[in-house]
């Protein structure tokens, strides 16, 4: 099993940015993600980087958020840009898709 742990989350004003990050107690070869809740919601997938270095994003989130990784592929980023409060959520992190491994999340708050 892989410990996760996310930082960087906080509060900010609507069209502002926030940097997240996670950081793997192991290198990491799977799937890495971020997904995000709300209460009472689903937790739905934010962006992910699968095999090949290959991105993907929610539509929600194209052209805001950039999702990078560390060369070692222990670390994995999340840029956040032009944040709107529907951004509000508890971002998680993620290796290896729904079964994989989970962080504690990060609280992200967006004011308008």
């Known amino acids: 099993q892989v410990q996760l742990v996310e930082s960087g989350g906080g509060s900010v004003q609507a069209g502002g940015s926030l940097r997240l990050s996670c950081t793997a107690s192991?290198?990491?070869?799977?799937?890495m993600a971020w997904y995000r809740q709300t209460p009472g919601t689903q937790r739905e997938l934010v962006a992910s980087?699968?095999?090949?270095?290959?991105?993907n994003y929610a539509e929600s989130v194209k052209d805001r958020f950039v999702m990078s990784r560390s060369p070692n592929r222990k670390t994995w980023y999340l840029e956040m840009n032009r944040l709107e409060p529907e951004d509000t959520a508890v971002y998680f992190c993620?290796?290896?898709?729904?079964?994989?491994?989970w962080g504690r999340g990060t609280q992200v708050t967006v004011s308008s």
């Open positions: 192991k290198v990491i070869f799977r799937t």
């Open positions: 980087i699968r095999a090949g270095d290959v991105e």
């Open positions: 993620n290796a290896g898709g729904d079964s994989g491994d």
